[in-house]
């Protein structure tokens, strides 16, 4: 499979904070890339280094095959990026906003502007300024935007920002519509239940290296989990049977709003053994659950606490 961007040992330091630590990507090409990592790991500027806003430190770039620097940045043109909140002339309405920025970039087919707004659902609004859009609305003319010069390489920093439930399925259908077309599709998100079901490939960063990468099936296996609720009673006894038998590594416990939850890292072939063994230790769980989470998979990897409200290991995925 080809390479449609790869970063080796890329570093960047403002002042005394380093923001990114020899960080190694690879993103194969026409798959869709979930970038992960909490929040000052390094995320945004890594995209920032990838359309030339700011210089590396030290490390190599390749965009679409070849080496890139910041002097080759004619080659943008075959990259289209939304990096941090979109900025548009609130003044202008979103058709005449689309045709301004496609007159700053590589050649724009007659007719794409209208293409797109059709394609991000903003036909109906594209003759209103973009004053009165609201965040999700701006959001997705920055897709359209990011989109117009037909870009075989799509870099989108938090695309669903703003976005409402069915404004974020709409989104994932047609980023996944992109990469089957052949393009390659780079998502930096911190809504990891959505990236699970959007990305191919995940790569998870921390302190500005990468920590984990792969194919989003293979990294879920390898952190699948068995949960049972049980009561805060039976929690000591239940953690110390469960770790006899699958090892104190594998094991937590951890209570929230639903109660009290433990989880066993193993494959959720395992379950009845699992249940038998607490039955054994005169614990009967209330529930049982088998799965595996990318959320589970991040908080293990980054040691943060659940993004997004989550609960992650010991909670309901």
Do not use: C
Request: no cysteine.
């Amino acid at each position: 499979m080809t390479t449609a961007l790869a970063v080796h040992g890329l570093r960047k330091a403002y002042g005394a904070r380093v923001a990114l630590d020899g960080l190694d990507l690879e993103v194969p090409t026409g798959t869709v890339y979930g970038f992960l990592g909490p929040n000052g790991a390094g995320k945004t500027t890594t995209m920032r280094l990838l359309v030339g806003l700011i210089r590396p430190d030290a490390g190599t770039l390749e965009v679409l095959g070849r080496p890139y620097t910041w002097h080759d940045r004619h080659r943008l043109f075959d990259v289209g990026a939304l990096i941090e909140t979109p900025s548009f002339y609130p003044f202008l309405s979103g058709r005449e906003n689309l045709r301004a920025v496609a007159a700053t970039g590589g050649p724009v087919a007659l007719g794409r502007v209208d293409e797109l707004l059709t394609l991000v659902g903003l036909r109906e609004r594209a003759a209103d300024k973009v004053g009165g859009y609201s965040l999700g609305m701006k959001q997705r003319l920055g897709i359209a935007a990011a989109l117009l010069s037909d870009p075989s390489l799509l870099l989108l920093d938090e695309p669903a920002n703003g976005l409402d439930p069915g404004g974020i399925v709409g989104m994932r259908e047609l980023l996944r519509q992109l990469a089957a077309a052949g393009k390659t599709v780079f998502v930096s998100s911190h809504i990891l239940p959505e990236v699970q079901q959007l990305a191919d490939v995940v790569g998870i960063v921390a302190k500005g290296r990468l920590v984990r990468e792969g194919r989003v099936e293979d990294l879920l296996a390898s952190s699948a989990v068995v949960r049972a609720r049980i009561t805060g009673d039976e929690a000591p006894g239940a953690h110390a049977a469960a770790a006899a038998r699958f090892g104190a590594d594998a094991v937590a416990v951890s209570a929230g709003g639903d109660g009290t939850w433990l989880a066993v890292r193993t494959e959720g072939s395992r379950s009845a053994e699992l249940n038998q063994v607490l039955a054994q230790a005169g614990v009967y769980a209330s529930r049982l659950e088998a799965g595996s989470d990318l959320e589970s998979l991040f908080l293990e990897l980054t040691g943060e606490g659940a993004p997004n409200g989550g609960m992650g290991i010991g909670g309901v995925a």
